[in-house]
């Protein structure tokens, strides 16, 4: 518990993050338009971009039967297999009110059949932007450059638990994307950060930890204890002339009484997208209102 509060403390002094990836290349909106598919099934998705890594396997999980599935590659050295799974497709509108289609296929490890299975361990995914051209294909518009780690734990991604339409909207004067929250509970205690999805038309699509979500111990203590605590991050976009819009995060609720731990709660932070890094970083910081 110790470790937890004195990571959660250093990630409330720097309120700053890594990227989940860097692109591996640089974009070319010309190269994405050359690449189409007739329709986003998971067979015609699968034999366009992983042609010659598919091979059939059984997973005893249920999970993984509740969405079209193949394995993709053999095993590695330490008995792991993936499975690429489909999630269901996406509808969103662009900046512009252009239609657009997101497709996911998440990649999860499988040992000995079965998921793996640890609070801990998460899994990553391939996330693909297209538009329906007039003749009924589908023009590819945007990617993630490789496979990204998306916020998870018991050893698949939280995006799926999230409601992503209803969770989109402008995060920049050109840009669409969703904020949205993964954790995990672990012997009563309950973390949960927010991540951000970025679906720009001019870059790769990427995610990127924003701060800090919340915590509790409610499933611990008593909830008259002295030591109970309970607090939420609110997260509040805000639009203004910049490629990026600041994101400000408020902390409201009981912090756990902890001396290393900053003074946060009823506070907020100003967070901005820092393009040359690719993280979110905070400005400046205040008493909230």
Known sequence: MKKLLLSLALSLVALSVTPAMAAASAFSATQMSQVKIKDLSFQEVMHKFYSGQMTPTVADDTYIDSLPNIGLGRADNTAYRTVALIHPIELYDN???????????EKVLIYDDSLEYCFP???????????????????????????VEFSSNYGSMNLQNNDLYNTLQPLGENLVGSIFKSGYMRQGYTTESWAVLHLPENDFINTYALGDAGSNNNGANDYESPSDYDYEGIVEVMPEKAKYYPIKLTYKGIAPDDPEL?????????????PVKKAYETT???AAL
């Open 95 to 105: 900046t512009d009110g252009e239609q657009r289609y997101l497709v996911t296929i």
């Open 121 to 147: 361990c998460g899994s990553k995914a391939d996330v693909y932007s297209f538009k329906k051209l007039n003749d009924r294909q589908f023009q590819l518009v945007s990617r993630t450059s490789e496979s």
């Open 262 to 274: 900053p003074k946060f709660i009823n506070k907020s932070f100003i967070m901005k997208f820092n």
């Open 284 to 286: 400046s910081s205040f």
